[in-house]
């Protein structure tokens, strides 16, 4: 009954609109300067093709609404030309019903003049008001279609994990062109000879393969050949093998083991098959979601993660399981360490050391931990702390230190302050008497004196300890010199000769 009824209402249109359409199948194709083809499929919102732009002049005007053209559902419309609205040309008088179960089984044709201007279409049956376009004419005279259509070609069906297509492919061969229309579409399979193209072409021999395919308009432009290759393969044993999944956290933990802020979640699955076709996942109780990216969790709690993946076969592998918990993140230290010295040694009745002090430097920190501590002699540079300080040049003596932890945060500086005084011990039996302080060979021209205790400006410098490195050595004179300027052994010129004649040599290097 849908037929009749459709049939009907197209008898009904032609009545009530006289048109010049002659169906294709019934009478000889009118010559015209132009064709113009529009076609339809079972969209109401838009006409699937229709052309933009036309040259003045008789004009063949083909409208398809067919099977061919897509229409599956044999829904009709109509290509009607509008005769009303103001700023469009209202010289053409067109409406055509058609209907893949009409008379000519959707394919009509009418022939008309069009004149320079814009002429609008749309579909008149109501419910599809949105198909609706313009047409643009210009004046003729312009050389007319010269550009040939542009074809395109696409390959399908199974392939395996090499891109091989499974005992058989089919290849869909597209064209338009923009100014006449196309009017013939060719293909050719490994080079034997073009055919006219009216459905997808299916190649199933076994091997690789080669199809050609070109287009013509209505001005006889045609395109250049184009081509696609590919290779069909014997299909291979059933795939019934589901795929192998897994996951990977990834994250900041803390000492049970719990993430720290966030946590994300990886998934990966392989198949050896027919290749793997989709992951999914279901963070704690929700519906199972196809996986893209990696899932990135930061509500604080504990979670569950279900996986799974399914191959291009349709196995699906056994639910998968993750659980973790997330916790808050810790806040950021901003408090220095807590820094403290002690000073140890014999004493006299006036509270001086006898013979030297032993500076012990200690640093706490209960949030990021410690990370450096130093320490000053006297005017010298700021040194690592890592053993106790002995201080034995005789005189009044500073150490000052400081520490910082792991997040940066230093402790304000602070210092402790002593004095030493000799024990008339010598404590350089073998003590190096040379007149003048040499370092490594170079000689400073700085008397060579007893610091008060046996010991030489050279037995103090001790240039063949074993020392970490060169700086180290360096900021040892610094230190032993200092204390000596603070004493009243050195001035400032003669340290500077010192620590410049350390800075020179390669001890310690």
């Not at 509008?82 to 022939?111: C, K, M, W």
Request: proline fraction near 4%; charge should be negative.
């Amino acid at each position: 009954m849908t037929r009749r009824l459709k049939a009907a209402l197209a008898a009904l249109l032609l009545t009530v609109i006289p048109l010049a359409a002659v169906p294709a199948s019934a009478a000889p194709r009118v010559a015209a300067d132009q064709v113009l083809t529009w076609t339809a499929d079972d969209s109401i919102t838009r006409y699937k093709s229709a052309p933009t732009t036309a040259v003045a002049g008789a004009t063949t005007i083909i409208w398809e609404n067919s099977a061919a053209t897509g229409n599956t559902t044999g829904m009709p419309h109509t290509l009607t030309f509008d005769t009303s609205t103001e700023g469009y040309n209202h010289d053409v008088t067109l409406n055509i019903l058609a209907s893949p179960f009409d008379a000519n089984d959707g394919r009509h044709q009418a022939t008309v003049t069009l004149t320079p201007g814009r002429y609008r279409y749309f579909c008149s049956i109501p419910g599809h008001s949105s198909m609706v376009g313009e047409l643009v004419v210009t004046e003729g005279g312009g050389g007319g279609d010269t550009t040939a259509p542009t074809v395109t070609a696409t390959v399908s069906g199974d392939q395996d994990q090499d891109g091989n297509y499974l005992g058989a492919a089919t290849v869909t061969v597209t064209a338009t062109d923009a100014d006449s229309g196309v009017q013939t579409v060719e293909y050719q399979v490994d080079d034997t000879s073009f055919h006219p193209y009216t459905e997808p072409v299916r190649v199933t021999a076994i091997g690789d393969h080669a199809v050609q395919f070109r287009a013509t308009d209505q001005a006889g432009n045609t395109s250049a050949v184009g081509s696609v290759s590919f290779r069909i393969v014997e299909p291979g044993e059933e795939d019934t093998t589901a795929p192998v999944v897994t996951a990977a956290l990834t994250g900041d933990r803390d000492g049970d083991g719990n993430f720290i802020g966030t946590a994300t979640a990886t998934l990966t699955a392989t198949d050896a098959g027919s290749g793997v076709a989709t992951i999914e996942y279901a963070l704690d109780g929700a519906a199972f979601t196809a996986y893209a990216n990696p899932i990135v969790v930061n509500t604080v709690g504990m979670h569950m993660l279900h996986y799974r993946a399914t191959d291009v076969a349709g196995n699906t592998s056994a639910e998968q399981m993750e659980h973790f918990t997330v916790v808050e993140p810790q806040a950021a230290d901003t408090t220095p360490p807590t820094v403290a010295a002690t000073v140890a040694g014999d004493r006299d009745d006036d509270g001086a050391y006898v013979g030297g002090a032993t500076v012990t430097v200690t640093a706490t920190d209960d949030e990021s931990g410690v990370a450096t501590i130093e320490y000053a002699l006297d005017t010298g540079g700021w040194t690592t702390y890592a053993a106790p300080v002995v201080v034995r040049a005789p005189g009044a003596h500073t150490v000052r230190y400081r520490a910082t932890d792991t997040a940066g945060n230093s402790a304000t500086e602070q210092s402790t302050t002593f004095t030493v005084v000799a024990d008339g011990t010598d404590r350089c039996p073998d003590s190096d008497t040379r007149a003048t302080v040499i370092i490594g060979g170079d000689d400073t021209g700085v008397r060579n004196v007893d610091t008060g205790d046996g010991c030489t400006i050279n037995d103090l410098i001790d240039e063949h300890a074993t020392y970490p490195g060169h700086a180290e050595f360096v900021r040892h004179v610094e230190a032993v010199t200092a204390a000596l300027v603070t004493g009243g052994t050195l001035d400032r010129r003669q340290q500077g000769a010192i620590v410049r004649a350390a800075a020179r040599s390669d001890v310690g290097a």
